[in-house]
């Protein structure tokens, strides 16, 4: 098999062996995202036919009522999760509570729960801005054959078995880790297929570009404020660029490969911040880790924080390591 062109699919397969005690479940897991990811890029590509589709509330063309494209997303990941009956449990962001997973089989006995921000940064879809989906995958730690509880979704980001996300931007690419090392597949919507375009993806050890919301500038805490006047310093060894799409998920993937760091700090408007501990900032810190970067919240690591709630917000400092640890320097005073 010419090994430039290797699916998804086939990735995944020749990838199972890592799993010494893997049933080909967490293969099958990781299908059935790939499959929900290509009907919501085939969905989010139309967006921009709003006034042919019909606005999200209303009925299109056709008289179908329009979902926002956020709840369709959790409608599409939701099923292709449940109608394989590859977990016992799901959270999502656009869920208020997490779903025990009945299926017709007694899905209580499957191992993995998933959580998930269906589509991360959807209010830029109507300015045409690049979007994405969030995952994380857990095993559960409640008995196998029993409803699963809310513990089994309050664990530690470093008891991950999988994560990734996927970026609908000018291309549509799905990056994921198992825990051995982030890989990045583009997708050819021609015929559908996801391929092998970011093999080992790596975080460059320290890069230029800070993503930060500068506009809260005056709510942030003195330390971030401290760092973004170094950023903006004149010495000539700091040549800062400044890039914010508004889209974490376009921000940390941009930052992954040219080399930066995203920051959602805490402020007086948002004392926690504004991401998600369990669906966005956790998937998102062990890919991070996995490509040699670092995700903390400018003190601790968030892959070490203990969750308390389904929907908690912590802040997030993640990206080239030397450039967390320079922000951490100036939390610290
Ligand atoms: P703000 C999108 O809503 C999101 O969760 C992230 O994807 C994005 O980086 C951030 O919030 C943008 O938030 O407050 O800067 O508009």
New binding site residues.
């Given amino acids: 098999m010419n090994k430039k062109h290797i699916t998804l699919g086939e990735f995944i397969i020749d990838n199972q062996k890592h799993f010494k005690y893997s049933s080909g479940e967490l293969s099958r897991l990781i299908n059935s995202i790939r499959l929900a990811a290509k009907i919501v890029n085939h969905k989010v590509n139309k967006a921009g036919l709003v006034d042919i589709l019909g606005a999200a509330g209303e009925t299109n063309i056709q008289g179908e009522d329009q979902q926002k494209l956020d709840i369709y997303a959790n409608e599409v990941f939701k099923s292709a999760l449940i109608n394989r009956e590859i977990v016992c449990g799901i959270a999502s962001e656009e869920e208020d509570d997490f779903i025990i997973i009945q299926g017709k089989n007694n899905a209580h006995n499957n191992k993995y729960i998933v959580l998930m921000d269906p589509l991360?940064?959807s209010?830029n879809i109507d300015v045409n801005v690049s979007v994405g989906t969030i995952f994380s995958i857990y095993r559960r730690v409640t008995p196998l054959g029993m409803p699963v509880k809310k513990e089994d979704f309050l664990q530690k980001g470093s008891e991950q078995v999988a994560a990734g996300y996927i970026v609908y931007g000018t291309s549509t690419m799905l990056v994921y880790t198992a825990g051995h090392g982030v890989n990045g597949f583009t997708l050819n919507p021609a015929i559908g297929s996801f391929y092998l375009s970011h093999p080992n993806m790596q975080f460059p050890k320290t890069g230029n570009i800070f993503s930060i919301?500068e506009g809260n500038y005056a709510h942030f805490p003195q330390g971030v404020k401290n760092y973004i006047k170094y950023c903006q310093a004149e010495e000539e060894d700091r040549p800062y660029t400044f890039r914010y799409i508004?889209?974490?998920?376009s921000?940390f993937h941009r930052n992954m490969i040219r080399g930066g760091i995203y920051i959602?700090p805490s402020s007086s408007k948002a004392p926690k911040g504004?991401?998600r501990l369990l669906y966005?900032c956790n998937p998102i810190a062990f890919i991070t880790e996995q490509a040699g970067g670092k995700a903390t919240d400018g003190h601790q690591r968030i892959m070490d924080i203990q969750p308390t709630e389904l929907h908690e917000r912590v802040p997030i400092f993640c990206g080239s390591i030397k450039m967390v640890e320079k922000a951490e320097s100036f939390m610290k005073e």
């Avoid at 508004?246 to 998920?249: D, E, I, K, L, T």
């Fill in positions: 991360d940064g209010s919301n508004g889209s974490m998920v921000d959602y504004k991401l966005e």
